[in-house]
């Protein structure tokens, strides 16, 4: 009996829920979308994120660049120049970018051993200038065109630190990677200049409304950041199909053989005992598979941008890729917060005033802590 | 609820502001999204961009390929060897092999800064072999023949390569064996001097020791295989300095051999 009469009931619920669903559901997903994207856009107007990361990237790609000039100098004409013509690049290179005509400066000089070895030192005083940050509003994009028209002139021996260098400093060209730890932030924080587009841009003040700016600067570090998690998530990935990754051996094989065993003693250490040979190569497909996700929790972060930092290191010491390593150990620092790299500046500073006081033998007076560099939002969290 | 949909409105930006930050937003967009598919391997997602986009966007600047050591990892070296017929007083001797991927690769070796010339030859070795093995067992006994005499050689060589099969692999191989000898020539002008009139390359493969018998002390490497290459005559592009050959490669020498 009461079965029957709570049936109606029963019924109606359900209807009254069905059309709550309908009436609410899209209501509330519209509130969603809006205040993610009310959340993004302040997230990409207001501050300019991984300022110190940027910073970072900047710095150790213009040592890695430094780096390949230095250990290359010697063989220069050899790779690169007239003693390397038998390849049949020199008349006519195979890679794309030496026929772009604003690429094309060291093509243009390849055969004269002097003119280029002047733009190669050229180069080399640009990188430093990248280094310190001196006026890198105009010396980045000129060291980039050099760069490329150098590195490119014989693709036979370059390798994917290249690319990866070419494509992130692309994005760099978008960021403010002046801002920190650079010869322009010095200048910046003692005067903001007026005075003609050329003069501002010499002296790296504003030209642009700040907004737009924050914008450039924000759009390339997603892009930056995007590049490389899908870098080592495809790298994982295309490992994966192979026998030796599956079965464990993967880092035996390169390592001894005469180019990537730079160090066979070293190579014979690392894959005598089978179960390190399995946990290295399998580790690291699984430490490049989970990378993107990783990124998303503070401790995972920490571990898995631990675990590429070592990745690189054994890379570039036992493979013989010093600078592949390098490139991409200094994009990684995109990941690592401004608050830390921060927290970190601290540091540094507190210790070497703890030093120098007790150095100097001086009474220590009443410590302060000094503010800490101003970081410009609460909550520069890389990842959304 | 009102809140937040009051919040978008309150935060007073002007509207260029909105129309330039989503017009930015949609091109990190498509870059993010071309990226994406550069990089993976090719799916059906690829013809939701329309003609040659995708490559005319991503070539040459953003050009990568990230299967590095995958999905297989190289396994062995490629070596390549090189003599030479010199001629003193009108008579012709040989000399014996020169491995000159030994040589550069020893700029390598104990080297924590490696500089890229290490790698030329054992690069050039790597192309050689596989456009040599693209070509058909016809073709390749030809490439094992000498071609050497009179001035068109490279002519006559040529013809007897495409004659069998007019191919893309044909086509490759002849570009290689240029380049290649071109290498071998600078090699044995530096090493025995103006003297040289013919040049002989060999290049070959072999794979390291199996990783299950790596401890074994006994243990031998593979067999060699080896890509026979018949006697050539000489070949230089005109832009080569050869000066600047030979400042690099002799002093390597040197270190190998203590010559």
């Not at chain 1, 019924?11 to 509330?28: E, H, Q, T, Y």
């Not at chain 1, 996700?293 to 631990?306: E, F, H, S, Y």
Request: glycine residues 6%; aromatic residues 12%.
């Amino acid at each position: 009996m009461s079965s029957t009469e709570s049936t109606p009931t029963v019924l109606g619920r359900v209807r009254n829920v069905v059309s709550a669903i309908f009436r609410d559901v899209p209501k509330a997903l519209a509130v969603t979308v809006l205040a993610f994207l009310t959340w993004l856009e302040g997230w990409l107007l207001n501050s300019k994120k991984a300022t110190y990361g940027v910073a970072v990237a900047r710095i150790g790609l213009s040592i890695a660049a430094l780096g390949i000039l230095a250990s290359n100098f010697s063989t220069r004409l050899y790779t690169w120049g007239a003693g390397g013509a038998w390849s049949g690049d020199v008349a006519n290179p195979r890679a794309d970018f030496p026929h772009i005509w604003f690429l094309s400066a060291f093509q243009l000089v390849r055969e004269s051993p002097v003119a280029f070895t002047i733009l190669y030192l050229f180069v080399g005083v640009l990188a430093v200038l990248v280094l310190v940050g001196y006026r890198v509003r105009i010396v980045m994009p000129i060291f980039l065109i050099l760069w490329i028209s150098l590195v490119e002139l014989q693709t036979m021996i370059g390798d994917q630190g290249d690319n990866m260098f070419r494509i992130a400093f692309i994005a760099l060209l978008f960021t403010d990677a002046g801002k920190r730890w650079s010869f322009d932030a010095r200048r910046r924080a003692r005067r903001e200049t007026r005075g003609s587009l050329f003069v501002r841009a010499w002296r790296g003040s504003r030209i642009l409304p700040k907004w737009s700016t924050n914008l450039s600067h924000n759009l390339a570090v997603i892009a930056l950041a995007c590049q490389i998690c899908m870098v080592y998530v495809s790298g994982a990935l295309f490992k994966s199909g192979g026998l030796p990754w599956q079965n464990g051996y993967a880092i035996y094989a390169p390592l001894h053989t005469q180019r990537f065993g730079t160090w066979p003693e070293l190579s014979t250490l690392f894959t005598t005992w089978g179960p390190l040979v399995a946990a290295l190569s399998v580790g690291s497909v699984l430490f490049q598979v989970i990378f993107a996700g990783a990124l998303l929790n503070k401790w995972t972060r920490r571990m898995v941008l631990l675990a590429m930092l070592s990745f690189h290191a054994g890379i570039g010491l036992l493979m013989g890729l010093p600078w592949f390593s390098l490139t991409m150990v200094a994009v990684d620092a995109i990941f690592i917060r401004d608050t830390t790299w921060a927290g970190l500046v601290q540091w540094v500073k507190t210790k070497s005033r703890e030093r120098r006081l007790i150095e100097d033998s001086v009474d220590i007076p009443q410590r302060r802590e000094a503010a800490p560099e101003p970081v410009e939002e609460p909550e520069p969290q890389l990842v959304p | 609820m009102t809140s937040t949909q009051t919040r978008l409105r309150d935060v007073k930006r002007p509207r260029v502001v909105r129309i330039v930050t989503l017009l930015c937003t949609l091109v990190t967009v498509w870059h993010i999204f071309a990226t994406f598919l550069w990089i993976s391997p090719p799916t059906q997602i690829r013809t939701l961009v329309p003609g040659n986009l995708l490559t005319s966007y991503m070539i040459p600047f953003f050009g990568q390929s990230w299967s590095v050591f995958a999905p297989e990892p190289i396994n062995g070296d490629l070596i390549l060897k090189v003599r030479a017929e010199v001629e003193k007083d009108g008579k012709l001797s040989t000399t014996d092999w020169v491995d000159a991927t030994a040589v550069e690769l020893a700029m390598s070796h104990h080297n924590l800064f490696p500089p890229r010339a290490a790698n030329l030859g054992t690069q050039q070795a790597m192309e050689y072999k596989n456009s040599f093995d693209a070509l058909t067992p016809a073709q390749q006994r030809v490439a094992g023949l000498g071609y050497y005499k009179g001035t068109d050689w490279e002519k006559r060589l040529s013809t007897s390569i495409t004659n069998l099969a007019a191919t893309p692999a044909a086509k490759t191989y002849l570009e290689k064996e240029r380049h290649t000898l071109a290498y071998a020539t600078q090699v044995a002008r530096a090493v025995w001097g103006k003297d040289v009139v013919h040049v002989q390359f060999q290049a070959s493969r072999q794979n390291v020791i199996p990783f299950a018998e790596r401890n074994n002390p006994e243990a031998k490497k593979p067999a060699l295989q080896i890509v026979n290459t018949g006697w050539r005559g000489t070949y230089e592009y005109p832009q080569q300095d050869e000066g600047a050959f030979a400042d690099v490669f002799l002093p390597a020498l040197k270190d190998v051999t203590g010559k």
